[in-house]
Nanobody, 126 residues
Framework: VQLQASGGGLVQPGGSLRLSCAAS????????MGWFRQAPGKEREFAAG????????WYADSVKGRFTISRDNAANMVYLQMSSLKPEDTAVYYC????????????????????WGQGTELTVSS
């Protein structure tokens, strides 16, 4: 599957933003999806995940309660709604698709994701 992330930009602390990820290619609805982020000078890290069914979500502790991942299988889209943004949320955000179809377990390891978007940059600053 090919992924295209968009929606990044400059946001003030406390603000909100929604990232989008458009998918094309193989059957999108069969795969768990994730959002990762890479802050300047740091390694890429897991932020949020969503099962192929859309029924299960999981989040890094750093974003729990502030970020919401969702999907629209009919439109082949994944979203990351971010609120109460902090300067430490500044990063390049990547969407990714699971390597396996219909996985039943939580997926947070980057090695389990086989397709990656190009990244969209978020800057949280006043």
């Amino acid at each position: 599957v090919q992924l295209q992330a968009s929606g990044g930009g400059l946001v003030q602390p406390g603000g909100s933003l929604r990232l989008s990820c458009a998918a094309s290619g193989r059957t999108f609805s069969s795969y768990s999806m994730g959002w990762f982020r890479q802050a300047p000078g740091k390694e890429r890290e897991f932020a949020a995940g969503l099962s192929w069914s859309g029924l299960s979500t999981w989040y890094a502790d750093s974003v729990k309660g502030r970020f919401t991942i969702s999907r629209d299988n009919a439109a082949n889209m994944v979203y990351l709604q971010m609120s109460s943004l902090k300067p430490e949320d500044t990063a390049v955000y990547y969407c990714a698709a699971d390597r396996r179809e219909f996985r039943l377990t939580v997926v947070v390891d980057q090695a389990d994701f086989g397709s990656w978007g190009q990244g969209t940059e978020l800057t949280v600053s006043s």
